[in-house]
């Protein structure tokens, strides 16, 4: 069973500059999590999908990030305009619908602002 | 809010050593919990999950338990090897299937 996949790995950009990054999930699994992972910290969640509708974006920062998934399969997260405090590691997980609600990591993207 | 805390945030073992890592959170009304490993560079790699009606859950050479009364749980790994060496982050779910996770705890096991 193929794994959750996300592009690209790494990113380097200049504030002010946008940026996207994409997930695909484990086939079959409805659910879909972006978290942003800081240096030393856990990682914190952004967004919940459920298919392709959104289930919780408390914690996303609306003026500056967009998330969306498309016909309940792939997903992208953007950043528009990016700031220093954006550099972190944006993880992607997926989850089967049903008990224990095991979650899925994705290799993640390193985002670098400078 | 559920908070949940590892300590220490970093540890160094010679390679043979047993490890103990602690996890604790503050609202004891948990699905389950779960225990991952961390690479660095890596996403993050599933090791245990515990049901809240269990007391402990063992894979290999770990072993986690949980005290959901008193907020806490243990992984244990057996005989470390320097292939241990990751970051070790902790999850709690509670009933809306969310994870709330550790800042997590560094091990390095020195050869």
């Known amino acids: 069973e193929a794994g959750v996949a996300q592009s690209p790995r790494y990113k380097i950009i200049e504030k002010r500059q946008s940026v996207a990054f994409w997930c695909n999930p484990i086939s079959g699994h409805a659910t879909l999590y972006w978290y942003q992972q800081i240096l030393g910290q856990g990682p914190k969640l952004l967004i919940q999908f459920q298919n392709n509708g959104v289930v919780d974006d408390s914690q996303l920062p609306k003026d500056r990030f967009s998330a969306e998934r498309l016909k309940g399969v792939d997903s992208t997260l953007k950043i528009q305009p990016a700031k220093l405090e954006d550099s972190a590691v944006y993880l992607c997980?997926?989850?089967?619908?049903?008990?224990?609600?095991?979650?899925?990591f994705g290799p993640g993207t390193r985002l670098t602002v400078t | 809010k559920q908070e949940v805390t590892q300590i220490p945030a970093a540890l160094s073992v010679p390679e043979g050593e047993n490890l103990v890592l602690n996890c604790s959170f503050t609202?004891?009304?948990?699905?389950?919990l779960q225990w991952f490993r961390q690479d660095p560079g890596k996403g993050l790699t599933s090791l245990l999950l515990?049901?809240?009606?269990?007391r402990e859950q063992t894979s290999g050479r770990l072993n986690a338990s949980l005290d959901k009364s008193s907020g806490r749980s243990t992984l244990y790994i057996a005989a470390s090897q320097p292939g241990d060496s990751a970051t070790y982050l902790c999850?709690?779910?509670?009933?809306?299937?969310?994870?709330?996770f550790g800042a997590g705890t560094t091990v390095t096991v020195r050869a």
């Open positions: 515990i049901q809240s009606s269990q």
């Open positions: 609202d004891s009304a948990i699905y389950n």
């Open positions: 997980a997926t989850q089967v619908e049903g008990g224990p609600y095991e979650q899925y």
């Open positions: 999850a709690v779910r509670k009933d809306d299937y969310k994870l709330s």
